[in-house]
C-alpha cells in the first residue's frame, strides 16, 4: 500500500515537471524569436500581456467577450434545436430520411473552412451571422447524428424489453405501436 503511494506520487511528480519544463521552453524558445522578429509579426510575452490588461483596464476585453459568448449561445442553442427537431422528424417518415440523411452527411463530411469562405462569401466578415453560421453548421450534424442514433436505440430498448417481460399477442403489439413509432421496427 505504502509502496503504491509512493509511485502514484512519483509519476504525479514526474508529470508535473515534465509539464513545467515544457511550458518554460516554450516560453523561453517564443522570447528568443520575438527577439528576431517585428513586434507586428510577433510580439513577445511581456507585450502580449500588456496590451492584455490594457483591454482589460479599458473594458474592450470584456465587452468582446460576451459578445463572443453570445454568438456562440445563440449558433449552439440554434444548432440543438435545428438539430433535436429535424432528429425527430426523420424518425417519424423515412421519405424525410431519404431526403434529408444526404444533406446531413455533406454538412458533416465537408471541412469547416469550406465553410468558413462561404459563410464570409455569404454574410460578409464584420457581420454577426458569420460566427453564428460557422458555430451552428459545424455543431448541427453532430447533435442531429446523436438525437437520431439515441432515438433509434431507445425504441429498439423498448422492443427488446417487450420481449422479455411480455408475450407477443396482437393486444400488447397494438398497444405498443401506438405508443412508440412503428417505423423504427419495419423500415430502419
Not at 516560453?27 to 520575438?34: K, R, S, T, V
Not at 453570445?70 to 435545428?82: D, E, K, L, M, P
Not at 460566427?131 to 448541427?140: A, K, T
Not at 442514433?149 to 399477442?169: G, Q, W
Amino acid at each position: 500500500m505504502k509502496i503504491s503511494i509512493i509511485k502514484f506520487l512519483q509519476k504525479k511528480l514526474k508529470t508535473a515537471l515534465i509539464s513545467t519544463i515544457s511550458f518554460w521552453m516554450v516560453l523561453i524558445g517564443w522570447m528568443i524569436l520575438a527577439d528576431n522578429f517585428n513586434p507586428l509579426i510577433l510580439p513577445s510575452p511581456v507585450q502580449v500581456i500588456d496590451a492584455l490588461i490594457t483591454l482589460f483596464k479599458s473594458g474592450e476585453l470584456q465587452h468582446h467577450f460576451f459578445i463572443s459568448i453570445q454568438r456562440t449561445f445563440i449558433g449552439y442553442s440554434s444548432a440543438v434545436i435545428f438539430g433535436c427537431g429535424l432528429a425527430l422528424l426523420l424518425a417519424k417518415s423515412w421519405i424525410l430520411r431519404k431526403v434529408f440523411r444526404p444533406l446531413i452527411t455533406v454538412i458533416q463530411s465537408t471541412p469547416p473552412i469550406i465553410w468558413l469562405v462561404l459563410a464570409v462569401i455569404w454574410f460578409g466578415i464584420s457581420d454577426d451571422l458569420t460566427p453564428i453560421f460557422l458555430i451552428f453548421i459545424v455543431s448541427l450534424p453532430i447533435i442531429f447524428i446523436n438525437i437520431y442514433e439515441v432515438n433509434k436505440f431507445f425504441v429498439c430498448l423498448l422492443f427488446f424489453f417487450i420481449k422479455i417481460f411480455y408475450s407477443f399477442n396482437c393486444v400488447y403489439l397494438i398497444y405498443i405501436f401506438i405508443i412508440s413509432d412503428s417505423n423504427y421496427s419495419w423500415k430502419s
